[in-house]
């Protein structure tokens, strides 16, 4: 049976380059290792390996949605740290259920050395799973309403909602709407109650018809927009992340609704084409990949053996990006017409 000393003694390095290089590592003799392992067809026995050092080498992530660009940004931060610390990703999708975060988490824990979990919702306990085994976790974007003794990487979405809301209202917008994410998400409430703090501390009431709270998905961006138009429309609206922003922008292009004459418009996270649309979106941003990568590290530093007394939570600013979506509600302020039901 070939060995890694095989594959070292052909290629004229250490044993111990050769393992590095299985890691992911980088190593200067990189090709005459590859030619090594493919003139002797070494394949290392990952099992075997497993078995041995009590450790997979092998990383967990569950996210909410695939297809958001946010967490794709995320995971991407994520691979590049994990590549760079010798790790591999098992990547989940909950689809935003509970029941199939669950799921995954069964299916991963015991197999990975870590997890980096984006809860599917923060109210109600942890997952009973992870209190059963003893792996290192990090949440990242989102928390448990309950305390979790684990390492956290959220964005201050509190204040960058609070800070569009001021906004709007210095370039003298008063009635104003919001279409929300849901509130049992810890990004969710806390840009909803942002948000709404902004407008309470200028003495600006939020009309019950110009709020709708969605799933974060585009339908629900599309949707919200139909109903905050249905009645006396806003002259301004924020819209609580990039996907609902899509939705709501197709709702405003079919009521003939022209951004910012007729409506302005921020939205909370960049789109990756936010800066080439006409006219381009303001937004409340940040730096998903950042995020993923500052994720990845603190989880590899558990995994590595770093003592650290207490969880670690991180808590990263937002900046507001002003653009050429809004302006000062104008004179002229029209009332959309031929509005059609919302349709799926």
């Known amino acids: 049976m070939t060995t890694i000393a095989d594959v070292a003694r052909l290629a004229g390095v250490s044993p111990a380059t050769v393992s590095r290089f299985f890691s992911g590592r980088p190593i200067r003799a990189e090709a005459a ?3 090594a392992i493919d003139e002797l067809g070494y394949s290392p026995n990952a099992i075997a390996k497993s078995l041995k050092s009590g450790r997979t080498g092998n990383v967990g992530v569950i996210i909410p949605d695939i297809s958001d660009p946010y967490f794709a940004s995320a995971v991407k931060g994520i691979d590049m740290e994990s590549r760079e610390r010798g790790y591999n990703l098992f990547l989940c999708n909950s689809d935003d259920g509970r029941e199939r ?7 991963l824990l015991g197999v990975v050395d870590g997890l980096i979990l984006t809860p599917s919702i923060e109210s109600g306990p942890p997952p009973a799973s992870l209190a059963r085994h003893a792996c290192p976790l990090v949440l990242l974007d989102r928390e448990f309403s309950e305390p979790v003794d684990c390492d956290t990487v959220t964005v201050d979405n509190l204040a960058g909602a609070k800070q569009a809301a ?10 104003i709407g919001v279409i929300s994410g849901p509130l049992t998400s810890t990004p969710g409430r806390l840009r909803h109650e942002g948000f709404i703090q902004g407008l ?8 019950d018809q110009n709020v709708f709270v969605g ?17 006396l429309p806003p002259t301004a609206v924020f819209v609580a992340n990039n996907l609902m922003a899509i939705g709501a922008l197709r709702a405003c292009k079919e009521s003939g609704l022209r951004v ?4 302005s418009f921020v939205s909370f996270d960049d789109l990756e084409v936010g800066t080439l649309l006409e006219p381009a979106i303001t937004t409340v941003g940040r730096h998903p990949t950042q995020e993923g990568a500052l994720a990845m590290s603190l ?15 991180c808590v990263l600013e937002t900046r507001l990006s002003v653009r050429d979506s809004c302006a000062a509600p104008s004179s002229g302020h029209r009332s959309p017409v031929g509005i059609p039901a919302p349709t799926a």
């Open 260 to 263: 910012p004459s007729d409506l």
């Open 33 to 35: 290792v590859r030619n």
């Open 215 to 231: 799933d974060f998905r585009e339908m629900d961006g599309y949707i919200g927009m139909k109903h905050v138009l249905s009645g």
């Open 166 to 175: 001021r906004y709007l209202v210095e370039i003298g917008h008063r009635r």
């Open 299 to 313: 989880l590899a530093q558990r995994l590595e053996g770093d003592s650290f007394d207490a969880p670690r939570r």
């Open 101 to 107: 975060q669950d799921q995954a988490l069964v299916a």
């Open 200 to 207: 309470t501390e200028s003495s600006i009431e939020l009309e």
